[in-house]
């Protein structure tokens, strides 16, 4: 993906770069005492020196994306814990949090964009929401109800049609409004 950030884009829209460490979930596997320090316990078959080395990793590829020289950028990834905040670009915002219920997915799932020069995504098809601890509930809340298993990390960053038609029919427009702007 790097080497076509420079290629004269209107929009771009990354779903998905790894966030594993850099999530707020994450961060217990990147410190013990103070601050990037190895914790007690790594993750089954890790080092410390991988953990660290996907830290840097998953921040210099958010950052080459948010970035690049694109007018418009969106960049899905969850809320950043400290030490990822840290690294960030100084004008890097807080996210728009939205929920897949909001485009008429029955699910939780907070999902984070980290926008530039695009207005926050609107819901376009809001569900009600399930009694708290009903059985409808507890299949909205699937993803954090998973059990550790072999599939579960892409099922976790599964990601949502109707939120993507939100996406490229209001970014979309976002961009030909005003691409359209500068051309009158």
Not at 53 to 74: K, Q, Y
Not at 107 to 114: D, P, Q, R, V
Request: net charge positive; proline share 11%.
């Amino acid at each position: 993906m790097r080497d076509h950030l420079h290629d004269g884009w209107d929009l771009l829209i990354v779903a998905h770069p790894p966030c594993t460490r850099l999530c707020r979930s994450g961060r217990r596997w990147l410190s013990g005492p103070g601050k990037m320090t190895p914790p007690k316990k790594l993750p089954k078959g890790r080092t410390w020196e991988s953990m660290k080395r996907e830290f840097d990793e998953g921040v210099e590829l958010f950052t080459a994306c948010w970035r690049a020289p694109i007018p418009r950028v969106a960049i899905e990834n969850p809320e950043m814990h400290d030490l990822a905040r840290d690294r960030m670009p100084d004008d890097l915002p807080r996210p728009q949090m939205v929920q897949p219920f909001w485009f008429g997915h029955p699910e939780y799932k907070a999902t984070g964009w980290y926008l530039r020069c695009l207005p926050n995504l609107e819901e376009t098809d809001r569900l009600p929401e399930p009694e708290r601890g009903s059985v409808e509930w507890k299949r909205w809340n699937r993803t954090h109800r998973m059990p550790p298993g072999a599939d579960r990390g892409k099922e976790r960053s599964r990601f949502f049609p109707a939120m993507a038609e939100a996406m490229a029919e209001q970014w979309g427009r976002s961009a030909l409004h005003d691409l359209m702007g500068a051309a009158a």
